[in-house]
């Protein structure tokens, strides 16, 4: 049973709205532009929005913000539909801006009619210009003064296609000495003649985005408008567009965005990673995308319970990705199956076990989940065991392998070292050990204790498989005050690839929702690229905070 935790402050403010009767249920609206993947900033989004409406009962919908014709693709639609699918969320509509369009058109012209809106000719340069600074205040549009029916006509004839790109732009009318930069007569429509994805070439004036969403949030009659803290600077044109239009009162609110250390969450540098081929795409399972994660075998429980655990604030806040990294652990520990995979092999003979041999032994898939069930691996007289669990003069306690001590095979039976046999360069090529045959798991009745507990598999039963060891895209862990261009902070060991280990056959059976954790190795799945006769697994997270004990170092 999870602890009560006190409300955050969005919740504190729709319950308040609910109190009061403002509202009898919350509509909120997950509202992303389809001109790339979604990464693990816009989860803690989906998790808020929909967790939200789940909490007090209402709607979310989706709506992809699809304003810039230029930028956008229907794979990336495809894409956040899969994704927030598999977060476990299903949205009450799937909505896009585009479908007001004409709308939005309407609510243009009526701000014209009323004195609120004209037609400028001036360049994007001389806008910038106009605009003033900070501290000075802006000038007004030579264009600023023109009559309500010559905006009208002109904003028709933008609308017919009769001006080339830039020619000219519609905007607010509002206060060039305003001291919200956002205020000074702001864009409302451009002109960019190019096909949509969704409204071919009916148009080609389209709404920019402050002027699109605050009218598109009405049109759903979502309550609660909820953004990151970058626009709070934009509320305030967002209520004077809601206000002067006479629309639905949809409320903006804003939060803290995600920032996580040794992680790029821009959408601009992401796009760079991948332009570069820093990275081998948007789903690399280095990257913080939700195709990434879900390819390096995160699991949508572990996101949302690292959504949950983070909570939602007001001001930027850096969170560790440790909590990431022991959200999936913690999960993975509950639901992954056992099985044993030898990375670095060394070959150990059992001197008297019976020459072709052949037992069955029967092992644990998951001791965390007593309905797990069981599996039975082959064992015989020669196996690989991890060159790391040998030492041919050890420390004291050390309770690995070493010539005269005595282990335990995982599962199987203890075995004691005898003899070490190598090559010519003086490299160890086999290790000869007998074994107690009275001292098998489940039935042993040899008395006798050890404290070490090694993997293994049989060598003639082994299949090879790929492994690919991932770990943190970046060295530093805060990129924004790291010096230099954040590429420079790329870990060249972040990917290192293990073309043949060596695996115990019930691995063939892998499939892609499967989840293992390899003894002593860590948690790994199945990789998109794997076939048949070539597996390949990812690893999504070492055992334990590898990286924890080095910065203590």
Same mark, same amino acid.
């Given at each position: 049973?999870?602890?009560?935790?006190?409300?955050?402050?969005?919740?504190?403010?729709?319950?308040?709205?609910?109190?009061?009767?403002?509202?009898?249920?919350?509509?909120?609206?997950?509202?992303?532009?389809?001109?790339?993947?979604?990464?693990?900033?816009?989860?803690?989004?989906?998790?808020?929005?929909?967790?939200?409406?789940?909490?007090?009962?209402?709607?979310?919908?989706?709506?992809?913000?699809?304003?810039?014709?230029?930028?956008?693709?229907?794979?990336?639609? %495809?894409? /956040?539909?899969?994704?927030?699918?598999? $977060?476990? +969320?299903?949205?009450?509509? @799937? *909505? #896009?801006?585009?479908?007001?369009?004409?709308?939005?058109?309407?609510?243009?012209?009526?701000?014209?009619?009323?004195?609120?809106?004209?037609?400028?000719?001036?360049?994007?340069?001389?806008?910038?210009?106009?605009?003033?600074?900070?501290?000075?205040?802006?000038?007004?549009?030579?264009?600023?003064?023109?009559?309500?029916?010559?905006?009208?006509?002109?904003?028709?004839?933008?609308?017919?296609?009769?001006?080339?790109?830039?020619?000219?732009?519609?905007?607010?009318?509002?206060?060039?000495?305003?001291?919200?930069?956002?205020?000074?007569?702001?864009?409302?429509?451009?002109?960019?003649?190019?096909?949509?994805?969704?409204?071919?070439?009916?148009?080609?004036?389209?709404?920019?985005?402050?002027?699109?969403?605050?009218?598109?949030?009405?049109? %759903?009659? /979502?309550?609660?408008?909820?953004?990151? $803290?970058? +626009?709070?600077?934009?509320? @305030? *044109? #967002?209520?004077?567009?809601?206000?002067?239009?006479?629309?639905?009162?949809?409320?903006?609110?804003?939060?803290?965005?995600?920032?996580?250390?040794?992680?790029?969450?821009?959408?601009?540098?992401?796009?760079?990673?991948?332009?570069?081929?820093?990275?081998?795409?948007?789903?690399?399972?280095?990257?913080?995308?939700?195709?990434?994660?879900?390819?390096?075998?995160?699991?949508?429980?572990?996101?949302?319970?690292?959504?949950?655990?983070?909570?939602?604030?007001?001001?930027?806040?850096?969170?560790?990705?440790?909590?990431?990294?022991?959200?999936?652990?913690?999960?993975?520990?509950?639901?992954?199956?056992?099985?044993?995979?030898?990375?670095?092999?060394?070959?150990?003979?059992?001197?008297?076990?019976?020459?072709?041999?052949?037992?069955?032994? %029967?092992?644990?898939?998951?001791?965390?989940?007593?309905?797990?069930?069981?599996?039975?691996?082959?064992?015989?007289?020669?196996?690989?065991?991890?060159?790391?669990?040998?030492?041919?003069?050890?420390?004291?306690?050390?309770?690995?392998?070493?010539?005269?001590?005595?282990?335990?095979?995982?599962?199987?039976?203890?075995?004691?070292?005898?003899?070490?046999?190598?090559?010519?360069?003086?490299?160890?090529?086999?290790?000869?050990?007998?074994?107690?045959?009275?001292?098998?798991?489940?039935?042993?009745?040899?008395?006798?204790?050890?404290?070490?507990?090694?993997?293994?598999?049989?060598?003639?039963?082994?299949?090879?498989?790929?492994?690919?060891?991932?770990?943190?895209?970046?060295?530093?862990?805060?990129?924004?005050?790291?010096?230099?261009?954040?590429?420079?902070?790329?870990?060249?060991?972040?990917?290192?690839?293990?073309?043949?280990?060596?695996? %115990?056959?019930?691995?063939?059976?892998?499939?892609?929702?499967?989840?293992?954790?390899?003894?002593?190795?860590?948690?790994?799945?199945?990789?998109?690229?794997?076939?048949?006769?070539?597996?390949?697994?990812?690893?999504?997270?070492?055992?334990?905070?590898?990286?924890?004990?080095?910065?203590?170092?």
């Amino acid at each position: 049973m999870k602890e009560e935790r006190s409300l955050n402050f969005l919740e504190e403010i729709i319950e308040n709205d609910l109190k009061a009767g403002k509202y009898t249920s919350i509509a909120t609206r997950f509202p992303p532009e389809p001109n790339g993947y979604l990464h693990l900033g816009h989860a803690k989004s989906i998790c808020l929005n929909f967790g939200l409406t789940k909490r007090y009962g209402g709607r979310t919908n989706l709506r992809f913000d699809d304003t810039n014709p230029v930028t956008e693709e229907t794979e990336y639609v %495809e894409s /956040i539909k899969n994704d927030v699918k598999w $977060l476990g +969320f299903e949205w009450a509509e @799937e *909505l #896009y801006a585009s479908d007001y369009f004409d709308q939005l058109y309407e609510y243009a012209v009526k701000l014209i009619k009323k004195g609120l809106a004209y037609v400028d000719d001036s360049t994007s340069e001389e806008i910038a210009k106009q605009k003033g600074t900070p501290t000075t205040p802006g000038t007004d549009s030579p264009y600023r003064s023109r009559s309500i029916e010559e905006n009208l006509r002109l904003f028709q004839e933008m609308k017919d296609g009769k001006y080339k790109d830039g020619a000219k732009v519609l905007r607010a009318k509002i206060d060039m000495a305003h001291l919200n930069m956002h205020m000074r007569d702001p864009i409302m429509y451009r002109i960019k003649h190019a096909h949509h994805h969704r409204t071919g070439d009916k148009w080609c004036i389209y709404p920019m985005y402050d002027f699109a969403h605050g009218q598109s949030d009405a049109i %759903e009659n /979502i309550t609660h408008s909820i953004c990151t $803290l970058e +626009f709070i600077p934009h509320r @305030e *044109l #967002y209520d004077w567009f809601i206000r002067n239009l006479e629309i639905f009162p949809s409320k903006q609110i804003e939060f803290a965005r995600l920032n996580l250390t040794y992680t790029a969450m821009s959408k601009r540098k992401l796009l760079q990673l991948v332009n570069e081929k820093h990275v081998n795409g948007w789903d690399d399972p280095r990257m913080p995308t939700i195709s990434g994660m879900r390819r390096r075998g995160y699991t949508p429980d572990s996101i949302r319970e690292f959504c949950d655990k983070i909570g939602i604030a007001k001001r930027e806040n850096l969170i560790d990705v440790g909590l990431l990294e022991f959200c999936v652990r913690e999960h993975l520990n509950k639901i992954a199956t056992r099985r044993m995979v030898v990375f670095e092999p060394v070959k150990v003979v059992i001197t008297n076990y019976p020459e072709g041999k052949v037992e069955m032994m %029967e092992s644990e898939d998951n001791p965390e989940d007593p309905n797990s069930g069981k599996r039975q691996m082959p064992f015989s007289g020669e196996l690989y065991i991890e060159q790391e669990d040998f030492m041919e003069n050890p420390p004291k306690k050390y309770f690995r392998l070493s010539p005269g001590q005595m282990v335990r095979l995982k599962s199987a039976y203890i075995i004691r070292c005898e003899e070490v046999i190598k090559d010519a360069s003086g490299h160890i090529s086999e290790i000869r050990c007998t074994y107690i045959p009275e001292s098998k798991s489940g039935s042993d009745t040899s008395g006798i204790n050890v404290k070490g507990t090694l993997h293994w598999v049989s060598i003639q039963h082994a299949i090879p498989v790929e492994v690919r060891l991932y770990d943190r895209l970046f060295k530093v862990e805060d990129l924004a005050e790291a010096e230099g261009d954040f590429k420079d902070h790329i870990n060249p060991n972040s990917l290192q690839v293990l073309p043949a280990v060596y695996a %115990e056959p019930a691995l063939k059976e892998a499939r892609p929702e499967d989840r293992y954790q390899f003894l002593r190795k860590g948690y790994f799945c199945i990789d998109p690229d794997s076939t048949a006769d070539n597996l390949i697994f990812n690893r999504t997270v070492t055992l334990r905070d590898t990286w924890a004990k080095e910065a203590n170092k």
